[in-house]
């Protein structure tokens, strides 16, 4: 998805462009997410995690790579209400 719109990847992909909006709706809710920043941060711990094992000056380049990420906010615990819709924990 780098950074590619909707139209973009539908159109590489030789898909509709609402498969594409479908598909991403479906990806971030199986991740609890919302924003494309939240699954690139996703994406750069996860990176991050199966790099451990490799101690070749790695925590150095990740301290500096890192380094001027902004931390995203906790996130507040959603559920899905009898009826399916979704709503923070706060709503109820």
């Known amino acids: 998805m780098a950074g590619f719109t909707n139209e973009a990847v539908a159109k590489r992909l030789g ?3 609402g498969t594409v909006k479908n598909h991403r709706k479906r990806l971030y809710f199986k991740l609890d997410i919302t924003t494309e920043r939240e699954l690139f941060t996703m994406f750069l711990e996860s990176l991050l995690e ?3 094992h490799i101690a070749i000056r790695q925590s150095e380049t990740a ?3 890192l380094s001027n ?3 995203y906010p906790p996130r507040v615990a959603r559920r899905r209400s009898a009826d399916g819709a979704q709503g923070s ?3 109820r």
């Open 15 to 17: 898909i509709g462009t």
């Open 50 to 52: 199966s790099t451990d």
């Open 63 to 65: 301290e500096s790579a």
């Open 69 to 71: 990420v902004v931390p």
């Open 89 to 91: 924990s706060k709503d």
